[in-house]
């Protein structure tokens, strides 16, 4: 029955969206999206689906879905999933990661919505000393 499945919160993970330096040549073009671990322990077999969906003046759009997979992410690391072109920003921008831990297999959906990739949203992102967009 479904009320016998155990259903655990994703805590101590989070993505981030990160704009590049200035010194990056691309900067004004892309920023990059970072998953991560803030647990004490190494979580596995993580898996990562990102795209970007929504309206543009009234016309649905939508990207590709890309894949991106680790067989470990240590802990208290910080990953780099992809870049994010900032054409993309007038859309909402997903990620959901799958993984496992203590032998239970972990699921969350991370949507950074319409923007929210924004300077005015910025916060400080742990072990990159620079500051972006952040989903705990």
């Known amino acids: 029955m479904k009320k016998d499945i155990d259903i655990r919160k994703v805590e101590d993970l989070a993505i981030a969206v990160v704009p590049r330096d200035t010194d990056d040549p691309e900067h004004d073009y892309f920023w990059d999206a970072y998953l991560i671990n803030l647990k004490e322990e190494p979580i596995k077999s993580v898996l990562v689906n990102s795209r970007g969906y929504g309206e ?21 690391e910080i990953i780099k999933i992809e870049p994010v072109a900032t054409e ?22 991370y949507v950074f919505v319409q923007g929210s990739l924004h300077p005015m949203h910025f916060t400080e992102i742990p072990f990159l000393d620079k500051r972006g967009v952040m989903i705990l």
């Open 88 to 109: 993309l920003f007038s859309l909402a921008n997903e990620f959901w990661v799958s993984f496992c831990h203590d032998d239970y297999l972990y699921d969350r959906k």
């Open 56 to 76: 543009v003046e009234g016309e649905k759009r939508q990207t590709a879905t890309f894949r991106h997979f680790w067989e470990t992410v240590g802990p208290l």
